[in-house]
Every structure is written in C-alpha cells, then in structure tokens.
C-alpha cells in the first residue's frame, strides 16, 4: 500500500483527517470494542481483554509494517515516502510521542492480560463480569497489596446458636467457598442444646472451619474487604465464640468488621439467588424466631407480628423428642422438624384433630407452647392407651406427627395471609410485585411451604424461598449480608472495639399494634 503523495505536494489525507484526530478515532474505537465484548455473556474479563489485544495487535501491525507514506502529518513525503512506517522508526523519523505511547500499547496490554490470567489461575477467582453489570464492575475495582479483585470480599462467621459455619462470598453472590460443622447430632443425644455444650463445641471448631472455608475460597485473609459475624440474637455463649475469634482475625489483618443480625440475615439471603427488589414480606420461621415482617431496605424491617411464647422449629423439636423419633433409625440424626416432616409423610392428619393457636386474635402473632403441651398430653394418653412405656414409639407416631405438622403450617399460613392482606390494604406492597419471602430452618419444610402457596395464589402474590441449604443457618447468608452493608456503607466498623453480642434483639420497628388494631378478617382457605 503507497499513499504516499508527490514532493511539495499537500497530501490529501490531511484535510480529511489530521493526525490527533486519527488517533483519537483509533483508541476510541478500540474502547468502544473493548466495552462491547466485555458485555458480550460468555466472555469472561481477560478473554474480553485477550481478544481487544489481539485485534489491537493486528491493526498495529497492518498500520506498522503495511502501510507506507506518512498520510496524516505531513506534506512532505521525503524520503519516508516509500517506506514502511515500522522502517520509519528504524530512521528515526516519524518517532512522535504519540506514536511512541501505541508502540508500546501492546506490551502494557500484554502485562495486563498476562496479570489477570495468572490471577484466575493461581488463586481461584474468577473475574467473570455479569453481562448487565458494567457499571457494577468499574465500581467494585478493587486493589489489595498490588493484586486485583473484581469484587469485594466478606467473610461470613456464623455461631448464634448450634452451627459453626463460615464462607466467603463475593459481591455478585457468588460464593467461593463454605464449610460449616453442625452440632445436631450431639444435641440429639443429650435431648436439647445445652448452652456450654454448644460454646464448646463452637470453640473445638471455628478455627478448622474458617482455614476450611478461607482455603476452599482460594483466598488469604489479607485479601478480604471485611468480616461479617452474627451478634445478635442467639444463645450468649455461642455468640461469644463468634465475636471473640471474629476479633483476633480483625486486629491481626487490620479489616473492617461488620456486625450481623442473625434474622436480618435470613431475611436478606434471597437476593443472592433472585433479584428480590425492596419492599418484599419475609416470613422467618425456625427454632428459635418465628416472625413476619416488611423488609424495606437492608436494615429498615417494619415487625407485623412475632410467636409469643416458643417457635415453631423448638416446637417441633420437642414433639419429635418426646415421640423419641431418635429411636428410629431413620430419623436418628435427623432435625426434629426434619424428622416430623418424613414420618408425616406415613401418617393420616384426620386421625388427630388439634385446635389451632390464637384462633380468636385477629392480629399476626404466633403461638406454639398450647399446641405442644395439648400434643404431650396426647401421646401420654395414647401411650397409656397402648401400654407401652414412655421412650418407646407409639404405634400412631405417624399421625400424630401429620396432624401436627397440619396445625403449624396452617397456623404459619393463616397468620401470614392476614399479614398480606395488612399489607395490601396499607399500601406497603406493591400490588404489581407482591413478594412473599419465606425463610428459616422451618421453611425447608415442604408440607408447609405449599400450605403457603394455596395463600400466596388466593392473594396474587409471588412466593419465593431460598434453596434448602441456605433456609437453615450457614455462613452464607451472614457473608452476603456483609456484602450487602458494604455495598449500602451501613454499619461497617474499622475495628471491634466496644461490639457487644446481644441475645435478645428484636428486628425493625414494631407495628404489630396497628395490625391488631386493623383486626383484618381473613377469608377461608381450603389448607
Ligand atoms: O434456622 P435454623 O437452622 O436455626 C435457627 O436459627 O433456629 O432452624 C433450625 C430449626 C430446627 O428447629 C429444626 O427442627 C427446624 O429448623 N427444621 C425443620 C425442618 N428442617 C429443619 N422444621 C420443619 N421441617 C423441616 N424440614
Ligand atoms: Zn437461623
């Protein structure tokens, strides 16, 4: 290719285009197809990367080695006119600073490449960009001693009541890597959570559990942007456990601390696997909360209603003990409501017919305590009956525990269509996107969640609840709730000095008087 044109002659091209014009158009070009294929879906970040270098790389080479004249800057050809402008460089003309800068463009991309794929490679992160998220990506650029993250980084910590769980999650929740050590089994034995039992446990274990999840992640303590730990509510001495080792890992890599509600946590988990906008209703139901309420933001909860005495994971627990569920092999190591929910699978609910909870209270509080001693008294009665001994299992197990099961989810489901309909009436939900979230170690019971669904269906609202693993307690959730306060910048502590752990907190403001007052009737529901 010669463009070159005759001696004193003005070349042609500098009227159409001078030389900083031409550059710019290039660079701007070459970002622009950067962009582009960063958003292509598939393409990972240094694919994206790669491939803009490629391209930039071959058009070095057309414009270095092909093209011969100097076309945009001057109108004297000279002696460059037959020349190459790679043989150009070797004369010494032609070396502008500008082009000096896209001479050695290449390298520099090159480095960068190189950088990121040994990032992917060495340390397990994966810096694949969400199509839809540019925006998300330039924000959440983020550097840690010289190396790269795309995303930010929490350590989630969990030990408010009998697991010790931990995992690191990434800003667009991905999880990286997870390991959790439950007590269940042990509490099984011992009929209960024993408190020092459970901070023994938790104390023989976070260590193993947090290096297990940090070492699954592929990440070192130094590069996370901060550790997150349950606080409140939950068992004291469990808690402890979590904000004393949650401490030393603070002071020793100098990380900020952010500390987590244990509802506010269950309650936010959906947004990790479904885009749930704000305001949505969460129902939490498990063994120690059982609650309902508005989630408006990430910590603004307004509280409809709450149980007034046990919840309904404790509840069923305790049937599950009393019907010595633990004897049966099949359910031995099982969770009480787990254990419930198999063996009711065999029962008939019409042989029992147990009167359901706060029948006359037109409010969306809970009530578990009455159904369970009426429960007790049932199976004393029945073991009388049979004539076998207190520990053995009753030959109408089955159906006492489907008839239980029944009870609790009708209970859970009448009070949570009353709190739709609170809702509904209140403005507080949008009536196009009504969302129902449904979360807690109890609602992994499917018997209760379709007792839900006849309510979410009978009221045009959409009912969603995380996966199973995620509805009972996990490190998970309290490390996506970290990520969600860094994100929003809410309660991020450069240390934690002066965090205290606190066994009782409630969630929100409390508006529970108002849906008394409202005293809504609700329509009935084949359940
Ligand atoms: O959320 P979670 O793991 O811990 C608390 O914060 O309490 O919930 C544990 C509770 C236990 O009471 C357990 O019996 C109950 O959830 N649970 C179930 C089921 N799986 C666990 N209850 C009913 N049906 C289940 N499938
Ligand atoms: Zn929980």
């Known amino acids: 290719m010669n463009v070159g044109v005759a001696h004193s002659e003005v070349n042609p091209n500098t009227r159409v285009m001078n030389s900083r014009g031409m550059w710019l158009t290039y660079a701007l070009g070459v970002g622009l197809l950067h962009i582009v294929l960063l958003s292509i879906p598939f393409f990972s970040v240094p694919v994206a990367w790669t491939l803009t270098n490629i391209i930039h790389?071959?058009?070095?080479?057309?414009?270095?080695?092909?093209?011969?004249?100097?076309?945009?800057?001057?109108?004297?050809?000279?002696?460059?006119?037959?020349?190459?402008?790679?043989?150009?460089?070797?004369?010494?003309?032609?070396?502008?600073?500008?082009?000096?800068?896209?001479?050695?463009?290449?390298?520099?991309?090159?480095?960068?490449?190189?950088?990121?794929?040994?990032?992917?490679?060495?340390?397990?992160?994966?810096?694949?960009?969400?199509?839809?998220?540019?925006?998300?990506?330039?924000?959440?650029?983020?550097?840690?001693?010289?190396?790269?993250?795309?995303?930010?980084?929490?350590?989630?910590?969990?030990?408010?009541?009998?697991?010790t769980a931990a995992a690191v999650v990434d800003e667009t929740g991905k999880i990286l890597g997870e390991a959790i050590h439950s007590q269940t089994e042990v509490h099984l034995k011992t009929g209960g959570i024993i408190p020092s039992v459970a901070q023994q446990l938790h104390r023989e274990n976070i260590e193993q559990i947090v290096k297990e999840t940090l070492s699954a992640s592929g990440v070192t303590p130094n590069e996370l942007s901060a550790i997150a730990t349950t606080v409140k509510p939950g068992l004291a001495l469990s808690l402890g456990v979590g904000l004393e080792y949650s401490s030393q890992?603070?002071?020793?890599?100098?990380?900020?601390?952010?500390?987590?509600?244990?509802?506010?946590?269950?309650?936010?988990?959906?947004?990790?696997?479904?885009?749930?906008?704000?305001?949505?209703?969460?129902?939490?139901?498990?063994?120690?909360?059982?609650?309902?309420?508005?989630?408006?933001?990430?910590?603004?909860?307004?509280?409809?209603?709450?149980?007034?005495?046990?919840?309904?994971?404790?509840?069923?627990?305790?049937?599950?003990?009393?019907?010595?569920?633990?004897?049966?092999?099949?359910?031995?190591?099982?969770?009480?409501?787990?254990?419930?929910e198999h063996l009711a699978k065999q029962g008939n609910r019409l042989h029992f017919n147990f009167q359901h909870p706060l029948h006359s209270c037109r409010n969306c509080d809970f009530s578990f305590s009455g159904l369970q001693s009426t429960v007790d008294k049932i199976i004393a009665q029945?073991?009388?009956?049979?004539?076998?001994?207190?520990?053995?299992?009753?030959?109408?197990?089955?159906?006492?525990?489907?008839?239980?099961?029944?009870?609790?989810?009708?209970?859970?489901?009448?009070?949570?269509h009353r709190a739709i309909l609170f809702c509904q009436q209140r403005g507080f939900l949008t009536p196009?996107?009504?969302?129902?979230?449904?979360?807690?170690?109890?609602?992994?019971?499917?018997?209760?969640?379709?007792t839900l669904e006849i309510v979410t269906k009978a009221t045009n609202c959409i009912l969603l609840c995380p996966p199973l693993n995620l509805c009972t307690d996990n490190g998970i959730m309290i490390a996506w709730n970290g990520i969600e306060r860094l994100r929003a910048g809410l309660g991020i502590l450069h240390n934690t000095e002066g965090v205290r752990y606190e066994p009782k907190c409630p969630l929100g403001i409390d508006i529970s008087k108002q849906v008394g007052e409202a005293a809504i009737k609700i329509p009935s529901l084949k359940l």
């Open 57 to 163: 790389n071959l058009g070095m080479y057309v414009f270095l080695h092909a093209v011969k004249g100097t076309p945009f800057e001057t109108p004297d050809q000279g002696k460059a006119r037959l020349l190459t402008h790679w043989e150009q460089l070797d004369y010494g003309v032609q070396f502008t600073s500008s082009r000096k800068f896209f001479t050695i463009s290449p390298i520099i991309l090159h480095i960068y490449r190189f950088n990121m794929l040994t990032l992917n490679k060495t340390l397990g992160v994966l810096c694949r960009l969400p199509k839809w998220q540019l925006r998300g990506f330039f924000r959440s650029f983020t550097f840690h001693t010289g190396k790269q993250f795309l995303h930010k980084l929490v350590l989630g910590i969990e030990t408010s009541c009998d697991d």
């Open 432 to 450: 196009s996107n009504a969302i129902l979230v449904v979360s807690g170690g109890v609602a992994s019971n499917l018997y209760i969640r379709r």
């Open 382 to 416: 029945k073991e009388k009956d049979e004539g076998i001994e207190k520990g053995q299992i009753l030959s109408c197990a089955a159906d006492i525990a489907a008839a239980v099961q029944h009870t609790v989810a009708s209970h859970i489901a009448k009070r949570t």
């Open 249 to 340: 890992l603070v002071n020793q890599y100098k990380k900020p601390f952010i500390p987590i509600h244990h509802m506010e946590a269950h309650a936010l988990t959906i947004r990790i696997t479904n885009k749930v906008d704000f305001p949505f209703l969460v129902l939490l139901v498990s063994g120690g909360h059982c609650l309902l309420a508005i989630v408006q933001g990430i910590s603004d909860f307004l509280l409809l209603g709450k149980s007034l005495d046990i919840a309904p994971g404790d509840m069923l627990d305790k049937v599950a003990r009393r019907l010595s569920l633990i004897k049966h092999p099949a359910y031995s190591t099982m969770s009480g409501g787990k254990a419930i």
